[in-house]
């Protein structure tokens, strides 16, 4: 990803990770590779769902 996207405020009614997912989500990136088609929600250039998965992806350099 080279853009910088930020967070939809209606983002935030979702549960959040747990740290443990996050740390796991970071660890399949890096050893599988991020697939483009995963489900990053995107409504008016702000991401909608997705936010730990675009983040996830963003710290391993993706």
């Known amino acids: 990803m080279n853009q910088t996207l ?4 209606m983002n935030v009614v979702l549960p959040p ?3 443990a997912d996050y740390e796991s989500l970071k660890r399949s990136i890096r050893e599988h590779g991020y ?3 995963s489900h990053i929600e995107l409504h008016k250039g702000m991401v909608l769902d997705g936010w730990g998965r675009y983040c996830a992806a963003r710290s391993c350099g993706r």
Request: net charge positive; proline share 20%.
């Open 6 to 9: 930020t967070r939809h405020p």
């Open 17 to 19: 990770q747990t740290a």
């Open 35 to 37: 697939w483009p088609g």
